[in-house]
Structure formats: C-alpha cells, structure tokens
C-alpha cells in the first residue's frame, strides 16, 4: 500500500526512537494496522491519521505515556484527530 511521503518519514523517526527490543515488533505491528485501518476508509494511501489510530488502537497500557510522549517528538498531531491527551483520558 502506498504512504504519504511525510507520514512514513515520522513513523520511521519514531520507531527509531522506540527501545531496540521492542522496535521490530511495533514496527511490524504498526505498519499492518495503519494498512488496515486506511482500508477501511476506502483509501490506497496511509495517512497520518491511520498512524495514530493504530497507535492508539495497540499499544498496551504500561507503554501509553511513552507512546505520547513520541508521537509529539516526532510531529504526529494526535489530538487533531480527538485521541486523549494521557493514559488518564482513556
């Protein structure tokens, strides 16, 4: 499936932020859902927004504040897109 050019580039600067051990099954896990997700949607391309619902979507709760946390150091705008804030948002 295809990529915005820009979303792609802030998914690859946040996995590279992500602890080694846990990178390759986030990335794996990420690229897959965000594929689904822009499926869903009728659409060929990932979008920013497909990205986050993903996130939002499979990250376990011990790894929520860590998953804000870079989502803003790399760019995503989440809150855009209605997602809470903090894990306390949930």
């Known amino acids: ?3 915005e050019p820009k979303t792609k580039e802030k998914l690859e ?3 590279a932020k992500i602890p080694v051990f ?3 099954i986030t990335e794996e ?3 897959k ?3 689904e997700i822009a499926q869903l949607r009728n659409s060929g391309q990932v ?3 497909d990205v986050i619902s ?3 979507s499979d990250v376990p709760s011990p790894f ?3 998953m804000v946390r870079l989502l803003e150091q790399t760019g995503f705008d989440y809150k855009k897109y209605g997602f809470p804030q903090d894990a306390n948002s949930r």
Request: net charge neutral; hydrophobic share 40%; glycine share 0%.
């Open 29 to 31: 896990t990420v690229t």
């Open 64 to 66: 929520y504040s860590m």
């Open 47 to 49: 979008r920013e927004e």
């Open 22 to 24: 846990h990178r390759r």
């Open 33 to 35: 859902k965000s594929e």
């Open 13 to 15: 600067a946040m996995i």
């Open 1 to 3: 499936m295809d990529w």
């Open 54 to 56: 993903a996130f939002f």
